[in-house]
């Protein structure tokens, strides 16, 4: 072993790697990421609700949603308000089953798009009147507000 000056062992210089510009390039790329970032439960699924004259605002406690895309995909929501990814009848079936054995107070609120064959839109109410939930709700649009687009 070398020694220095006065007895002494030499240091060894490790390299060092100055990172406080790499954390103000992460701060940067994380503050874009949140601003560019929408938080849209719905998105990529844009649906044209029915009209209805007799249309009222519903309480969203305890409430599970069933989405009918206008190509007849069917989507289940969780309380927190994702969508799932799509599912069919018997998987859906499944699902509400589950939901009622944990929580049988849940209400359901049906979406189906206006363009949607009526035979599915009977199919899933029927389904989860079969199942027993009773407060069953389907998502309409005023006239007024359709009117005013």
Same mark, same amino acid.
């Given at each position: 072993?070398?020694?220095?000056?006065?007895?002494?062992?030499?240091?060894?210089?490790?390299?060092?790697?100055?990172?406080?510009?790499?954390?103000?390039?992460?701060?940067?790329?994380?503050?874009?990421?949140?601003?560019?970032?929408?938080?849209?439960?719905?998105?990529?699924?844009?649906?044209?609700?029915?009209?209805?004259?007799?249309?009222?605002?519903?309480?969203?406690?305890?409430?599970?949603?069933?989405?009918?895309?206008? /190509?007849?995909?069917?989507?289940?929501?969780?309380?927190?308000?994702?969508?799932?990814?799509?599912? %069919? =009848?018997? !998987?859906? $079936? *499944?699902?509400?089953?589950?939901?009622?054995?944990?929580?049988?107070?849940?209400?359901?609120?049906?979406?189906?798009?206006?363009?949607?064959?009526?035979?599915?839109?009977? /199919?899933?109410?029927?389904?989860?009147?079969?199942?027993?939930?009773?407060?069953?709700?389907?998502? %309409? =649009?005023? !006239?007024? $507000? *359709?009117?005013?687009?």
């Amino acid at each position: 072993m070398r020694e220095g000056p006065f007895g002494k062992p030499l240091k060894k210089d490790f390299p060092l790697i100055n990172i406080t510009s790499l954390i103000d390039v992460m701060f940067l790329l994380l503050i874009f990421l949140v601003i560019t970032t929408t938080f849209n439960p719905h998105l990529g699924l844009s649906l044209k609700l029915p009209e209805s004259k007799t249309s009222e605002k519903i309480e969203e406690n305890n409430v599970y949603r069933v989405v009918i895309g206008h /190509k007849g995909d069917i989507y289940i929501s969780e309380k927190n308000g994702d969508i799932s990814n799509p599912v %069919t =009848i018997e !998987e859906l $079936e *499944k699902k509400l089953k589950e939901i009622k054995i944990k929580n049988p107070s849940a209400s359901l609120i049906l979406e189906a798009d206006a363009e949607v064959p009526f035979r599915i839109t009977v /199919k899933v109410f029927d389904l989860a009147l079969q199942l027993g939930y009773s407060g069953l709700s389907i998502a %309409t =649009i005023p !006239e007024e $507000e *359709k009117n005013s687009e």
